[in-house]
Structures are given as structure tokens and as C-alpha cells.
């Protein structure tokens, strides 16, 4: 008798296994994977390298510790695997055999590592680092002799604009420098020294004698954020210079240098001045020695760069271009139209050409070109991802090599019915609805859901969020309106300085588009939900509509003017908007802010934030649970401590599953599901 699939639940959060960086070993044999996985024990997200035999032999788990491993890399010589590991209570690199044994730490320099590269010579790495501060440390060492006052500095002295991020909290006063390891002793040498400027992305050239990275060494790097550009110097130490990019001053990221050592392949935008939402980031080529740059990509009218997102990947780093052996052919990522593909393109002749197009996201990747084979971090929508083996060639998967995700097998997986419509100015757009697994013969609860950004995308892959919702008996229906990414420049740039229009109109008409395909869904028992971007849109149409009859707004954005100065980094984001300073265009920012419209507001709100958020700082939530309790609109406030932005995909695990409670738990009030699609 076959075994009934149960629903998706909150609890098999524990049960996600989320693939990502994947590294090809020299010899082609075996992959090494990173694999990050919510523990029920520690309440931590762990990360771990597995080892994927490229024969198709058995996975098997190559890291143990209970702690995050992550940027692999095997050394030249194949035998050796180092990574970066918090094991020893903060980043450091660690080498461990590649045919078993113990991880043995080769740094031990205290601060913040964030990437490693190996020098093809096999004898170093340069390693991107920053040093703990001093008062930090020094702290440290209070605390460990038990004495008082070692929680928390005495006061905090703020010198740079750019002082917070998120998911790091505040930043330390050093800056980033490339450094050289010693993979014998561990010895570490600083190799850039102006602590004016960060260094990172190091790229060796192929005979190992030049080390190549990112910096941004204008006036204010931290004002002037997009003028990131590509420098070099000899591996060893000595004077930096700059690689010319002669007639392009925008940014210049993401780079790899072709095996015969002539050319750079970067992805970047000629204009640094232009509004954020306005560009696409392009694949680019010019001389390693510097000249004058050439689009690769002229023809394809999309970004090169992974912006799908999702609840179990969030957004994934954009991997550099990947060279052929004979220099010839670049492989890149382009978001497209609710996928994230892998191309190529002949710097011969530039007419791209997708590689793996089929419906899902490409994460990472790896090429071992003798046997045509492509390994990559490969999600889609039956699974958060597997590691899966194409050719080159052939757009399907040859052969998925792992069973992380083979729990799914259990569980009933909505698809989702997809479709294309037509917005204002018959601008075509792509939306999804998720319908429960039983239809009832009564018309039932639908939530439509806004993505964050708005510089993303939903894709087709798997989704926790919206899969444990229809598990519960709602129809969830979601779109990418204007102002997102995978679709053309014009899509993209459409909300520039008019956030709450096209992109409203947009979402309004898919709504409309939902409800008539689908006829049992109940127009009186709509809720609308979205975080980031999405939470701002959502706060924007409960101030202008009353067709919902809930909503969820998730971290999102109230007031435009407030959030200019307390997100880590709204002071640039006038740019992103293309308007004037704040102060000197206040009416403008206040037309766009959702606080400007609460008078119309009806709808009964759940407010979802997290205190230490510093993207959109708790405040926005603040302002408007204000706002809501003098109205005397039905609101909760449900805030979560010491998460940040990301909470609903990287969260202490036991908090992700109370905040999808407490949604559902909303929804369920205001919407009666009554769990019809169990």
C-alpha cells in the first residue's frame, strides 16, 4: 500500500539540507560541497563540506564539527582541502587531507577571515582579513578573567558613515586587506597596507606571480560605494595599480582571468551615477594589463547575476565567470524569467547561448571540461537543491549525485501553475499560484505574497514558506512585478524614484489575474504578505486598497525619510531611488512612505520584525504599530531578538518556526482556512 504524503510542515525546517558553493578537485574525481542544515540541538544553522564522488559513488559528510565550514578550496596538488571554519571561536583557515584525517588550523590571527585563495605555486593563500580591535579584544580577555563590565564597550565612538551592516552588527574599525599565508607554517603576512580603502575578491594570474582584486580607492569610498574597480600587484608584496577600464568607471566585480593570462571576464555597468534599480549588470572583457572594455553580453537583455531568491538559499553570491582551458569561451549567470541559468559566450564572436536553462536555479557550479561534465548546487521546485551533474550541450540534468533532500519524497510538494499576463501599458509580467492539495467545493483563503528587493526575483524552486501555507488549506499566489530582476533593463528600472505605481498597478492586476483563474479561490478572504521590499508594498497597499482582509508585513519599510538615516546603508539610497538628498526633497520621500497613508488603513496588520535588523531598522515597525494602535486597526507587534534581516532563511531555526506559527496563526484568524488542503 503506498505511504500518504503528510503536508509540509514548520518542523521540517530541521529536515532542509541547502546546498551552495560546490569545488571540482584537480582531478576531477570529486566535488566539494558545501551543505548548510538547521540543528535541532545547538539552535544553529551549521554548515559542513561533503565530498561527492563525481562517479556517482555514495556522498558522505567531510567536515563534522558543530560549527560553520565553508569556502573550500583544494590546493593545487589535489591531496589537500582548505576552508574557512569558526570552529576555534572565530574565522580561520583550516587544511584537511582530501582522502581523510583530521582538519588541522593553519591561522590563528583572531579576527574576521572572509576568503581564501590558493596561489597556483602551491606554497601560499591570500586570505581577505580584518583584525579584531583592540578594545574588542581586550574585552575579550575581562571576560574570561570574570570581570564585570565586559558585555558591552563603554561607549561606541562612530567615525565613518558606513559603520553597521547587517548580519554582522557593527563594523570593526579596521578595514579588509589581502594577506598571504603560508600553507607550511601558517605564518601570515599583510601584503596591502592603506587603511583608507578595503581590499577583497583576490584572483591569482595563472603563473602565480600576480595577485588581482577589488578595491575602492576613490575619496569616500563610502559615499562614492559604486566606483569598486580591479587592481593588482605582485604576489609577493610590492606597488599596487590599477587595471584601466578606459571609458568605464562604473563598477567592475565578480572577475576571472583567462588561463592564457590576456584577459579579465568582469560583470559590472559602465555608470557608476546611475540609480541602483537602473542597470544590469553585464558580462564585460578587457586585457589583464588594462584597455578598453568590451560587453560580452550586448545582446541579452538580462542581468548576469543571481538574484533569485528564496526561504532556504535567501539570495545566493554571484560566482565569477568561469573560463574554458583555451580561453576561448566564458561561462557566466544570468536571472531569467524565474530561473537562474548558466551561459556562455566566445569572446570571438559574442552571441551568448544558455548552457543549463532548465526550470530552477544554477547556485554554484563547477566545469571539468575534459569530460564535458558540469557539477552544480542545482534547486528547483520539488527541492531546496541536490548536486547535479549536466553536459555540456544538454540542458537537462544528466544525473542528480546526492539525496539530501530525498525527505521531500515523503512530503506532498505543491506545483505551482504558472503563467504570464499582461499589466498596465501591456507590459507583460509572470506570476505562480500554489493551490492546495485538495480543492474544496466551496470557495477558499488565498495570500498573496510581494518579494523583497526590489531587486529580485521569484523563481522556480522550492519555497518552505509558501509550501507549509498550502499545507495548510490556502491558495498562494505571487508574481515579479516592475522595479524586480530577470526580465529586460525597462522592467527593471521601471519604480526608479516611484516606488508604490507601476509596481502597485502590477500586483493589483495579478491579483485580479488569480482570482480569475482560479474560481474557488474567495475574493472576501484574501491576505497579503511580503518582507523587505515586499513588507514596504505591503504596508503601501493596505493604505490604498481594502480587498485584503489580512495582512503580514515582515521587516519591511513605513517611512522613507526615517529609514535614509537608520538603515546601514540608507544614506546611499537616495541614489537608489534617483532622487535628491532627504532633506532636500522631504515631501517627495514622504509621497512614497506608507506612514503618509494610514488614515486609509482598515486592514487588521501583523507586524513581524527583528530587533537587530540593520537594514530596516525595527523603527520602521515601531512607527507603524504606532500609527495602527491610534487608528484602532487590529494589530500585533511580534518582534524577535538578536535577528536580523535575514531571519525567515538563515534565523536561529526554532524562531524561523514560531514565525511561521504566528503567520499562519494570523491568517487563520482573519481568513478561516479551516486546513481544506491537508
Known amino acids: 500500500m503506498r505511504e500518504r504524503r503528510r503536508s509540509i510542515q514548520a518542523e521540517d525546517i530541521y529536515e532542509i539540507q541547502q546546498p551552495t558553493e560546490c569545488r571540482l578537485s584537480p582531478d576531477g574525481t570529486k566535488v566539494a560541497v558545501v551543505v548548510t542544515r538547521p540543528d535541532r540541538?545547538?539552535?544553529?544553522?551549521?554548515?559542513?563540506?561533503?565530498?561527492?564522488?563525481?562517479?556517482?559513488?555514495?556522498?558522505?559528510?567531510?567536515?563534522q564539527a558543530k560549527a560553520g565550514d565553508t569556502k573550500p578550496q583544494f590546493l593545487p596538488d589535489g591531496r589537500t582541502l582548505a576552508f574557512i571554519s569558526n570552529r576555534s571561536g572565530k574565522p580561520e583557515v583550516w587544511t584537511i587531507p582530501v582522502d581523510g584525517g583530521e582538519a588541522k588550523q593553519l591561522t590563528k590571527l583572531g579576527g574576521l577571515i572572509t576568503e581564501i585563495v590558493p596561489n597556483p605555486n602551491g606554497r601560499s593563500l591570500a586570505v581577505v582579513y580584518c583584525p579584531q580591535d583592540p578594545e574588542a579584544k581586550e574585552r575579550e580577555e575581562?571576560?574570561?578573567?570574570?570581570?564585570?563590565?565586559?558585555?558591552?564597550?563603554?561607549?561606541?565612538s562612530i567615525e565613518r558613515i558606513f559603520y553597521k551592516f547587517d548580519g554582522m552588527g557593527f563594523l570593526p574599525k579596521g578595514r579588509f586587506h589581502l594577506w598571504s599565508v603560508d600553507l607550511t607554517s601558517g605564518k601570515a603576512r599583510q601584503l596591502t597596507l592603506d587603511d583608507r580603502y578595503d581590499e577583497t575578491a583576490p584572483?591569482?594570474?595563472?603563473?602565480?606571480?600576480?595577485?588581482?582584486?577589488?578595491?575602492?580607492?576613490?575619496?569616500?569610498?563610502?559615499?562614492?560605494?559604486?566606483?569598486?574597480?580591479?587592481?593588482?600587484?605582485?604576489?609577493?608584496?610590492?606597488?599596487?595599480?590599477?587595471v584601466r577600464t578606459r571609458g568605464f568607471e562604473g563598477p567592475a566585480v565578480d572577475f576571472a582571468i583567462s588561463p592564457d593570462g590576456r584577459w579579465i571576464a568582469y560583470l559590472g555597468h559602465r555608470d557608476p551615477d546611475a540609480p541602483w534599480g537602473s542597470k544590469h549588470t553585464k558580462l564585460w572583457l578587457v586585457p589583464s594589463g588594462g584597455g578598453t572594455p568590451v560587453?560580452?553580453?550586448?545582446?541579452?537583455?538580462?542581468?548576469?547575476?543571481?538574484?533569485?531568491?528564496?526561504?532556504?538559499?535567501?539570495?545566493?553570491?554571484?560566482?565569477?565567470?568561469?573560463?574554458?582551458?583555451?580561453?576561448?569561451?566564458?561561462y557566466f549567470i544570468v536571472t531569467n524569467a524565474g530561473n537562474t541559468e548558466l551561459w556562455r559566450v566566445s569572446i570571438r564572436e559574442p552571441k551568448p547561448e544558455p548552457v543549463i536553462n532548465c526550470p530552477g536555479a544554477v547556485l554554484h557550479f563547477a566545469i571539468d571540461f575534459p569530460s564535458e561534465s558540469i557539477y552544480a548546487s542545482f534547486s528547483d521546485l520539488q527541492t531546496p537543491g541536490e548536486l547535479q551533474r549536466f553536459t555540456i550541450g544538454r540542458a537537462q540534468p544528466a544525473r542528480a549525485l546526492t539525496t539530501w533532500n530525498n525527505w521531500l519524497e515523503r512530503r506532498h510538494v505543491a506545483e505551482p501553475e504558472e503563467f504570464w499576463f499582461k499589466g498596465r501599458g501591456r507590459h507583460r509580467l509572470q506570476g505562480w499560484i500554489l493551490h492546495p492539495r485538495r480543492r474544496s467545493r466551496t470557495k477558499g483563503p488565498g495570500i498573496l505574497y510581494i518579494h523583497g528587493g526590489p531587486g529580485t526575483q521569484y523563481g522556480r524552486g522550492f519555497f518552505h514558506e509558501f509550501q507549509y501555507l498550502v499545507g495548510r488549506g490556502y491558495t498562494v499566489f505571487y508574481s515579479n512585478p516592475r522595479g524586480g530582476t530577470g526580465y529586460s533593463e525597462r522592467h527593471k528600472a521601471a519604480i526608479v524614484d516611484a516606488w508604490g505605481t507601476l509596481d502597485y498597478a502590477d500586483i493589483m492586476t495579478f491579483t485580479d489575474e488569480a482570482l480569475h483563474r482560479c474560481k474557488n479561490l474567495d475574493r472576501r478572504r484574501l491576505g497579503v504578505a511580503g518582507g523587505s521590499y515586499g513588507g514596504y508594498m505591503t504596508n503601501w497597499i493596505i493604505g490604498h486598497t481594502d480587498r485584503f482582509a489580512a495582512a503580514v508585513t515582515q521587516r519591511g519599510v513605513v517611512n522613507l525619510m526615517s529609514f535614509a538615516g537608520t538603515s546601514d546603508t540608507g544614506y546611499a539610497w537616495p541614489r537608489a531611488f534617483g532622487m535628491k538628498l532627504v532633506w532636500r526633497d522631504p515631501m517627495h520621500y514622504l509621497a512614497m512612505s506608507p506612514i503618509c497613508y494610514i488614515d486609509g488603513v482598515r486592514t487588521p496588520t501583523l507586524i513581524e520584525h527583528q530587533e537587530r535588523d540593520d537594514r530596516s531598522s525595527i523603527e520602521q515597525a515601531e512607527q507603524l504599530f504606532a500609527a495602527l494602535k491610534i487608528r484602532k486597526v487590529s494589530t500585533e507587534f511580534h518582534r524577535y531578538p538578536d535577528e536580523t534581516h535575514g531571519?525567515?532563511?538563515?534565523?536561529?531555526?526554532?524562531?524561523?518556526?514560531?514565525?511561521?506559527?504566528?503567520?499562519?496563526?494570523?491568517?487563520?484568524?482573519?481568513?478561516?482556512?479551516?486546513?481544506?488542503?491537508?
Not at 575581562?142 to 561606541?156: I, L, Q
Not at 600576480?210 to 580607492?217: D, E, M
Not at 560605494?225 to 587592481?231: A, F, K, N, S, V
Open 647 to 678: 531571519m525567515s532563511r538563515s534565523g536561529r531555526p526554532d524562531r524561523r518556526i514560531e514565525r511561521l506559527e504566528r503567520i499562519a496563526g494570523w491568517f487563520d484568524r482573519w481568513l478561516a482556512a479551516r486546513g481544506n488542503g491537508r
Open 142 to 156: 575581562k571576560k574570561k578573567r570574570g570581570e564585570p563590565g565586559a558585555e558591552a564597550p563603554k561607549v561606541r
Open 41 to 63: 540541538e545547538s539552535l544553529k544553522n551549521l554548515s559542513h563540506i561533503w565530498m561527492v564522488p563525481t562517479d556517482g559513488s555514495p556522498a558522505r559528510q567531510f567536515t
Open 203 to 242: 584572483v591569482f594570474s595563472p603563473d602565480g606571480k600576480w595577485v588581482y582584486f577589488n578595491s575602492n580607492r576613490t575619496a569616500d569610498p563610502d559615499i562614492d560605494r559604486m566606483r569598486l574597480h580591479i587592481w593588482r600587484m605582485p604576489a609577493r608584496g610590492g606597488p599596487i595599480e590599477r
Open 295 to 330: 560587453e560580452l553580453t550586448a545582446r541579452l537583455d538580462r542581468c548576469c547575476n543571481n538574484t533569485t531568491i528564496n526561504d532556504t538559499f535567501g539570495v545566493v553570491d554571484t560566482q565569477p565567470p568561469v573560463w574554458s582551458p583555451d580561453s576561448r569561451w566564458v
